[in-house]
């Protein structure tokens, strides 16, 4: 597809757009429920569940706003890879239930596809592009 740059900007685009759509959604959730954000925290066992919060709060709006926009792209997939990562680690750990290993490897997958976006930058469409970034 190296032979076709529109249609590789509008992929690329598109990608990051439903990549984003899901942080964007599970953030704005988060935010019109925070007790129950941090009591699912805490129900994990995890550290600082209030702490915990705020930064899911803002990984997930920002992290998603800059996906939307393709600005600051490398750094926004790296730190939503992160992310998606110690989610993983941190809420999908019980595999003997098989919802849970389907959350695990979700989140793995999302992983890939932001480690494709560190990789090979945000594409046409994007701030970064008109930056000279992408």
Partial sequence: MSDKPALQSALAVIGRLLL??????????????????IGYIAA???????????IALVVEIGGGILLVLGYQTRWAALV????????????????????????????????GGFLQIVAFGAGGFSLDERAGRA
């Fill in 80 to 111: 939503l890879a992160v992310f998606s990562l110690a989610s993983a680690l941190g809420f999908h750990t019980d595999f003997a239930d098989q919802n849970q290993m389907i959350h695990f490897m979700k989140n793995l997958a999302i992983a």
């Fill in 44 to 54: 994990a066992n995890l550290p600082l569940p209030s702490v915990g919060y705020a």
């Fill in 20 to 37: 984003a759509a899901i942080f964007l959604s599970s953030g704005f959730e988060k935010l019109a429920d925070p007790t129950g954000t």
